[in-house]
Every structure is written in C-alpha cells, then in structure tokens.
C-alpha cells in the first residue's frame, strides 16, 4: 500500500517502512507526526485503480515516527561583482526530520 502526501508544499510517496526526510519541525525523536493531507491512497497488489482526493482524501492520514533531526549538507551562496572587488561568500545548513512512516490508514 502507498500513499501520496503533501508537507511544506511537497508531494511524497510514501509506502509503510520508508523513511523520508521532511522540513524541521516542533518533535523530538520518538515521538509521532500524523499526515493529514493525504491526496491519494494506491494498492500495489491489487488491480483496483487508486482513490484519488479532490484535493485530499477525507478521514485519511499517515502516521509516522521521527528517527532523527540533522542538518542538510552545506550550501555555499556567493555574490560577486566583477572588477569592484565585491565579493561575499555564506553557507547554509537547513533543518530537517527523519521520519518513518508507520502505517497508513484511510
């Protein structure tokens, strides 16, 4: 069975047993996130075409649970003029969860 979910505007498909990463947000680890905004729900096993939201399917979530918090690679951001000796140069990490998804119902 799977599963498409929308998160911070993304659009995941998500299986139980997966593990996904997710934007940071208020959890620690160990604790359960229930995805509300299920927009489809498929069987991989059976024939039967999968049940589609208009936008989301009601009375459907995905509940999972965060493994970790981490930090994403750095990313350098530089900014250069040519021929005025501007340059600048930061990093960004972004925050994100580890989450694995444990059973999806709907």
Avoid at 47 to 61: N, Q, T
Avoid at 97 to 102: G, M
Wanted: proline share 1%.
């Amino acid at each position: 069975m799977y599963a498409i979910i929308e998160d911070s505007g993304t659009q995941i498909k998500v299986s139980e047993g997966d593990v996904i990463e997710i934007d940071h947000r208020e959890g620690e680890e160990g604790s359960t996130l229930l995805f509300d905004k299920v927009l489809a729900i498929g069987d991989n096993s059976s024939d039967d075409a999968a049940r589609v939201g208009r936008p989301y399917l009601d009375g459907a979530s995905v509940s999972a649970e965060v493994v970790e918090e981490f930090k994403t690679d750095k990313l350098h951001v530089i900014k250069f003029k040519r021929r005025k000796g501007y340059r600048r140069k930061i990093g960004h990490r972004q925050d994100m969860l580890r989450v694995k998804i444990d059973s999806i119902s709907g």
